[in-house]
């Protein structure tokens, strides 16, 4: 889909980093021709690569060979990205997770707490790649994404936020009613 940002980080982002750094993209859409063409286009065929679909597995394999997760997602009117689970599930595995500050990302990636939230401008991401460098800077990050993301979005504490709000609405639907009943 175009709102992930895929093609836009590819010619605005990647092309401006050093040759060492390569992209992964896991799995498929709409955009896949789009990106051929770009990275044909930029001649990056050594630097991206589209990974399609994965399984559990070979999913964390990726996770575990990978430095840091970029989701370089793009406004655009009338079509949200809802909640970013896929960054969730980055630091959930110790990622650092770079993230735009669009749509639901802005909920899931808290800066500094397990993950940096930038604009989506290429000088923000490449600043903050940039700040990820050295591999102690992403060690120290990825351990607090974890430890940040299992704390606040495990299933038992999603469980329990949603046990609690219905709790509340019960609670002001039994007290709307007392008040008609009078």
């Not at 589209?50 to 079509?79: M, W």
Request: proline share 3%; hydrophobic share 40%; glycine share 4%.
């Amino acid at each position: 889909m175009k709102r992930k940002g895929h093609v836009w980080f590819i010619s605005h982002v990647l092309t401006q980093l050093p040759k060492e750094y390569v992209y992964f993209i896991v799995g498929q859409g709409p955009e896949e021709k789009a990106i051929k063409k770009i990275i044909q286009t930029h001649r990056l065929s050594k630097r991206v690569f589209l990974l399609g679909q994965l399984s559990h597995a070979q999913l964390r394999y990726v996770f575990d060979e990978t430095d840091i997760y970029i989701c370089p997602n793009q406004p655009l009117k009338n079509n949200f990205e809802s909640f970013g689970i896929a960054a969730l599930e980055a630091a959930a595995m110790g990622l650092p997770v770079i993230a735009s500050l669009v749509d639901g990302l802005s909920h899931t990636i808290r800066n500094e707490k397990n993950g940096i939230v930038v604009a989506p401008t290429a000088k923000d991401f490449l600043k903050a790649i940039y700040t990820l460098r050295r591999k102690t800077a992403r060690k120290h990050l990825g351990e607090k994404a974890k430890t940040y993301t299992l704390k606040h979005f495990s299933w038992k504490t999603t469980a329990n936020s949603y046990a609690r709000l219905f709790a509340q609405l019960d609670k002001t639907q039994k007290s709307s009613q007392q008040s008609l009943a009078r």
